[in-house]
């Protein structure tokens, strides 16, 4: 015979819910707890070594940087991810244009004619530069200037592309210059473009040149394509010029003379030059990849062609 259950009285029932009411709250706090965030998981770093702050990995691409962490080398670079983006709406100016204000952002300019920079922490941005004058971008005993996504070039082949001291120089695309860049003091060029420079008569034609003094400055991360003349980087000052403590990492190079000279008999000084990282395209080059004399303090380390053979100084 089927027995009915037992039925508790309101009072008893009662007492049930309430003590699995406390349980369960019991058994929640404890669980809050154990879960609760101690500094080791917390995003921040103790002691070192974990995910929240800390200087960036030097090779690695600058967070301020467009398109930031999709560039690890030069070979990733190209026309499609430097210069102007695709859409910018750009305003015509023409003339010399004299940028005089610290901190000012002159951007979205397509301009016939030179920039001057002469303070500090200037910027240009997205910009579109057409200019027959001997420098496209002079920065004038300016600190900090930052040039980035522009297109620079010369219609006429002029001189030089960008030249000064402690100045950036991110993801702009530069061609018909008879040289892209000219390294002074401080310099940062990265992840830039530099192709199709103007070979006319007399012409001596570098992607990023040394010509005088140039320490500390760092090319990393751009792509340079020349035609059979000199260097893709020159790093040969001269008229007593002082190059020290400089870097060309993780570039790729084609063509020149030699894609890559390091040389202190050219009247200048050279001590002090860390190449790691660079790739160069086999057979692109007139004589080889690269010459070195009279030169001091170089390391060198992880420089190949584009078939893994290895590259030495």
């Known amino acids: 015979m089927n027995r009915s259950p037992p039925r508790l009285s309101r009072v008893a029932l009662h007492g049930v819910v309430v003590r699995g009411l406390c349980l369960a709250l019991a058994l929640g706090l404890a669980a809050c707890a154990q879960e609760q965030p101690g500094p080791e998981d917390s995003g921040l770093t103790v002691d070192g070594g974990a995910p929240d702050g800390g200087a960036p990995d030097a090779g690695a691409p600058d967070a301020g940087s467009p ?117 002074g003091d401080n310099d940062l060029f990265e992840e830039n473009f530099i192709h199709d420079l103007y070979y006319g008569p007399g012409a001596h034609v570098d992607g990023v040149e040394w010509g005088g003094s140039g320490s500390h400055s760092t090319v990393r991360r751009n792509r340079i394509e020349l035609g059979g003349d000199t260097g893709c980087v020159n790093i040969t000052p001269y008229g007593g010029g002082i190059a020290q403590d400089n870097t060309v990492a993780d570039n790729l190079f084609s063509g020149g003379t030699y894609s890559l000279y390091i040389r202190g008999d050219g009247g200048g000084t050279v001590d002090g030059v860390t190449v790691t990282g660079n790739i160069w395209i086999k057979d692109s080059y007139a004589y080889g990849p690269v010459s070195v004399d009279s030169a001091t303090g170089i390391v060198w380390s992880n420089n190949t062609l584009d078939d893994g053979t290895v590259v030495t100084p």
């Open 67 to 183: 398109d930031a962490g999709l560039v690890t080398h030069g070979k990733d670079i190209h026309a499609s991810n430097t210069g102007v983006p695709p859409g910018t709406a750009l305003e015509a100016v023409s003339g010399t244009v004299t940028l005089s204000t610290p901190g000012e952002v002159w951007e979205g300019k397509d301009l016939q004619g030179t920039v001057i920079v002469t303070a500090d922490d200037v910027i240009l941005r997205n910009c579109r530069i057409d200019s027959d004058g001997y420098f496209a971008i002079q920065s004038q005993g300016a600190h900090r200037l930052l040039v980035e996504r522009c297109e620079i070039f010369s219609s006429e082949g002029a001189y030089t592309g960008i030249v000064g001291d402690d100045l950036t120089v991110r993801r702009c695309d530069l061609h018909h210059f008879e040289n892209g860049l000219i390294a």
